[in-house]
């Protein structure tokens, strides 16, 4: 040990030696140092290192231009550079806890490139748990309007490190993760990509971000980006031979992959490390780089636990679609009263008024309506232009008096807007829309983007629909509506500055359990990449694990059991939780839905108790303004003894614990419905020890007594 710690002493001062313009930063407890300097060509370079261990070898940073633009890639002579600290704590309007520190110290290299004149600063934050930098292009004479042709940031890996990664793709992130070396991605790559109705990937080694990685040597390591504003979506490409990531940004319909006009800045590249996976969980690295909130009374937006009439049509057991009998339709021109209803149609005033009783009786917020408005006959895979106008409803579905109905059962309706990807048409109608939505009492819209996107040849992830996303959200503020948007890119912090943005997809959620399955320990994963950005609908509470008793014809099987289920609510962090399954299917598990019914959404705390991707993660969160807890414990494939102490509990307090675990016999693909209950008084003191079976978990209610 302490022969590699002189060898790596050796190599870092001997690179500090050789870089004439060498600038070292330390995070604030001094456990990460990252040091910045030119190479002979002028090219910008830096590295990272994580006690005495490197994190990141010398890797280049810069940015290639379109046509026959000299790059911003070598040539540079450093201007100046200017250091600074910065430690304040900001409260988010919901959140893991009340109140987030934002620590870092910071270092800016402005740089001028001799031949051209032209300036780019890059400035780097250090935080105790990783780093953010990014391109900053000031005004100036000699850089005005550029068109980029690639992001030339380099991550170069140590080793040949365990990741978990998902292919990368212009556009879905609906992926399975596989766990292998950086050095196999290449020839896992044909299996790890499964189909989908949008998507192109670029290249056998290229993966998507948040990446997770584990070193041989035990490091923890994920790289993402933070605010994602006017600027296409970074993937990473490996280079299998030198271990070497470089940025890939998502192109336009002409190849192009960014147009700037300064001054402007790009996205922050994120590199998070710790020795302890849980300091990946606990870091807001993402969204301490994005900025203050911009909406200024925020007292409209609120988390939402919700059903939805949304899962029969998931399973095949239902329709959004109106009719069969028509080949096709158009809007405005097919008279909806002159044709038969089909009988799958599930969005009916009927079974819409049996989900709100539901909702009222066991103290949901909201109820999701999917299939209500006209269009849905062929709405997909047709590359319709104007597919829907998000406000004319199917003959059977009466916008008012559901609205009456619901508001008389303290119970709010949530939009639904489906684009089919026709984010044109969706910006056409979008102030109609929001002002449709709120006549009727609405607050949120779950919006979603399936299917190849219109304008043609654009891509789910390219500059151009970023900023569709971003002015869909920012109108909606506008409308005081909060925003659900599936489909959609994947999150990268916005939601601090946006927090009407109170959930998004963009990752592989609980609707490819009826589409064929997930693997079991893939929620294990999710906290650790999807979640890095922001909290996803994962639409967990599934208790019908045999997809086939919904829908003869679908033969999936949902791979987890049921306490794995309830633990989702806690371990997959979010404002926005549904509990997705069937009135009926709770029904027949009443005692195990009281944990969905008493699960808060909002919080003052949350401890990192156990992690480990890929195998497991408990953690333990304070409800927001209250006494209470709740605990959560996701598992892989393997079953695990969970050793928990309850020591985060008020010292000197007495509670009750309700325990939700997998019975003994549990296992999410032979018993996923086996679980217990018990009860038991706990205090600080306490510790538990419970058997989390394959797929399995559990989840712990635990309410202070007097
Ligand atoms: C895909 C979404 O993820 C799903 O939740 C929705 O029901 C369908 N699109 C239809 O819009
Ligand atoms: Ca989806």
């Not at 001054?263 to 300091?279: L, Q």
């Not at 009456?404 to 056409?428: L, P």
């Not at 304070?622 to 003894?641: A, L, M, P």
Request: charged share 20%; hydrophobic share 35%.
């Amino acid at each position: 040990m302490k022969f590699l710690y002189i060898l790596f002493v050796t190599a870092w001062c001997s690179f500090l030696n050789q870089a004439a313009y060498a600038q070292e930063l330390k995070s604030p407890n001094g456990a990460l140092t990252m040091a910045f300097y030119l190479d002979d060509a002028g090219r910008p370079t830096y590295q990272l290192a994580f006690k005495d261990k490197s994190v990141i070898n010398p890797s280049h940073l810069g940015l290639e231009l379109k046509d026959d633009e000299k790059s911003l890639l070598n040539d540079f002579k450093v201007l100046k550079t200017e250091n600074a600290t910065f430690n304040n704590t900001w409260a988010p309007v919901w959140g893991e806890e009340k109140e987030i520190t934002n620590h870092y110290n910071e270092l800016t290299v402005s740089l001028k490139q001799n031949e051209t004149n032209r300036i780019v600063v890059i400035r780097f934050r250090l935080f105790n748990e990783g780093l953010g930098f990014r391109y900053e292009f000031p005004q100036q004479e000699n850089l005005v309007y550029f068109v980029i042709k690639e992001e030339k940031s380099q991550f170069a890996m140590t080793g040949d490190h365990t990741a978990f990664w998902i292919p990368g793709d212009y556009d879905t992130q609906e992926y399975d993760y596989t766990e292998s070396k950086l050095s196999e991605i290449s020839s896992k790559f044909d299996k790890a990509v499964t189909g989908n109705a949008s998507q192109e990937q670029f290249s056998k080694t290229g993966v998507q971000t948040a990446l997770m990685m584990k070193t041989a040597n035990g490091l923890y390591i994920n790289l993402h980006e933070a605010a994602l504003i006017d600027y296409s979506c970074m993937h990473l490409n490996l280079n299998e031979e030198t271990m070497v990531f470089e940025s890939w940004l998502t192109p336009d319909v002409n190849g192009d992959k960014g147009y700037m006009q300064a001054p402007c800045n790009s996205p922050w590249r994120t590199i998070m490390v710790s020795d302890d996976a849980r300091d990946i969980l606990n870091s807001r690295i993402t969204l301490n780089l994005n900025e203050p909130c911009k909406i200024e009374d925020t007292s409209w937006i609120k988390p939402v636990k919700y059903i939805g009439v949304w899962w029969e049509m998931i399973t095949g057991k239902s329709s959004w679609a109106y009719t069969n009998d028509l080949p096709a339709i158009q809007l405005g021109v097919t008279d909806y009263s002159k044709v038969k209803a089909n009988t799958t149609h599930a969005a009916n005033n009927t079974k819409v008024k049996r989900y709100i009783d539901f909702a009222s009786e066991h103290g949901f917020d909201g109820v999701l309506v999917e299939g209500w408005n006209q269009g849905w006959e062929d709405w997909f895979g047709k590359s319709k232009d104007y597919v829907f106008d998000f406000v004319t409803p199917y003959p059977d579905f009466d916008v008012e008096a559901i609205h009456n109905y619901a508001k008389s059962k303290g119970v709010k309706m949530i939009m639904h807007h489906e684009t089919s990807g026709s984010t044109r048409n969706y910006e056409r109608h979008l102030d109609k829309a929001y002002q449709f939505m709120k006549d009727n009492g609405y607050d949120a819209v779950k919006s979603g983007y399936v299917g190849n996107i219109l304008p043609r040849g654009e891509h789910h992830y390219s500059q151009w629909i970023v900023n569709h996303y971003q002015y869909a959200l920012e109108k909606a503020a506008d409308y005081e509506v909060m925003v659900n948007a599936h489909e959609a890119v994947r999150p990268t912090g916005i939601s601090r500055t946006y927090p009407n943005l109170i959930g998004n997809e963009s990752a592989r959620g609980t609707e490819f359990q009826a589409f064929g399955g997930s693997k079991p320990n893939h929620v294990t994963i999710l906290p650790f990449t999807r979640l890095i950005g922001g909290p996803m609908d994962y639409t967990p509470g599934i208790f019908e694990m045999d997809i086939s008793k919904l829908n003869p014809n679908n033969n999936s099987h949902v791979n987890s059991t049921i306490a794995n289920q309830l633990a989702l609510y806690v371990t997959m962090y979010s404002p926005l939780q549904m509990a997705a399954d069937l009135p009926e299917h709770y029904e027949q598990f009443m005692d195990a839905f009281q944990f969905i019914k008493d699960v808060a959404i909002d919080w003052d705390k949350s401890v990192y108790l156990e992690a480990e991707p890929g195998h497991y993660l408990t953690v333990a969160r304070k409800e927001k303004g209250s006494d209470n807890w709740f605990v959560g414990n996701v598992n892989g494939v393997n079953s695990r003894t969970s050793n928990i102490s309850l020591d985060f509990l008020e010292k000197g307090k007495k509670y009750m614990a309700t325990i939700y675990g997998d019975a003994e016999s549990a296992h999410y693909k032979t018993n996923p419905q086996a679980y217990s209950i018990i009860t038991k008084k706990v205090t600080s003191k306490s510790k538990l020890s419970l058997l989390s079976a394959p797929g399995g978990g559990y989840a712990i209610s635990i309410e202070a007594v007097n």
